[in-house]
Each structure stands twice: as structure tokens, then as C-alpha cells.
């Protein structure tokens, strides 16, 4: 089993700066590609960034690209957020998928583990 923690959310104002973490602990944490999704109110949950466990491949979504950065060390994920804009507004998912193999899966149903969420709202 693995336990995802996440912190650093909260109002910001747009324009603003977020930097979300993620802890991970359990067993078997070396081998999990993290990824980061969110949910708006009323809209599925969405991808947004992965970082995988080996080379720490990255892959961003759209909406993410040049505004958001993902990153990790040891058991930590963090997503930093800049130029964030209301639209950005949702709850922050952290999860994890274990695998053997190092990658930068995007789809809900890649992931075996989620956190709790964060909440994130940018006022215009």
C-alpha cells in the first residue's frame, strides 16, 4: 500500500504563484510514477502533469504547459504553479502509479493510488 499526502494549497490571486507538495510513504514507493489531476466543481477530473520514477520524464497537459512545473526528490512530488489564472480553480489531486517500468501515464484509470486532494482557488 501507498499514502499520498497532499499540502500547499489556498487562495491566490491570479496572476499568483502555488507550489503544491506530495509525500508519499508505504511500501514500494521507488517505483511509482506521479502525477498530478484536478477537479473542478461540476467537470471530471483531469490530468495535468506526471513525472516518471527513472530520468524523471515529464509530460504536461495543454492547459499546463509553461505555466506549471512538476518535479520530485526521494518521496516528495511537487507541482510549482505560476501565472495562475481562475480557470485553474479546482481541487489537486496527487496519485501514483506503480510500475516496472518508467513512463508518463496521463489517463485516470493508469493510477493505483490517490491523496486526499488540496484545494486551489485563483480570484480574479
Known amino acids: 500500500q501507498v499514502q499520498l499526502a497532499e499540502s500547499g494549497g489556498g487562495l491566490v490571486q491570479a496572476g499568483g504563484s502555488l507550489k503544491l507538495s506530495c509525500k508519499a510513504s508505504?511500501?514500494?514507493?521507488?517505483?511509482?510514477?506521479m502525477g498530478w489531476f484536478r477537479q473542478a466543481p461540476g467537470k471530471e477530473r483531469e490530468f495535468v502533469a506526471v513525472?516518471?520514477?527513472?530520468?524523471?520524464q515529464t509530460q504536461y497537459s495543454d492547459s499546463a504547459k509553461g505555466r506549471f512545473t512538476i518535479a520530485r526528490a526521494g518521496t516528495t512530488t511537487w507541482l510549482q504553479m505560476d501565472s495562475l489564472k481562475p480557470e485553474d480553480t479546482a481541487v489537486y489531486f496527487c496519485?501514483?502509479?506503480?510500475?516496472?517500468?518508467?513512463?508518463?501515464?496521463?489517463?485516470?484509470?493508469?493510477?493505483?493510488?490517490w491523496g486526499q486532494g488540496t484545494q486551489v482557488t485563483v480570484s480574479s
Open positions: 496519485a501514483a502509479e506503480f510500475s516496472t517500468r518508467s513512463k508518463t501515464p496521463s489517463e485516470i484509470d493508469d493510477y493505483d493510488y
Open positions: 508505504g511500501y514500494r514507493i521507488d517505483h511509482l510514477n
Open positions: 513525472i516518471s520514477w527513472l530520468h524523471d
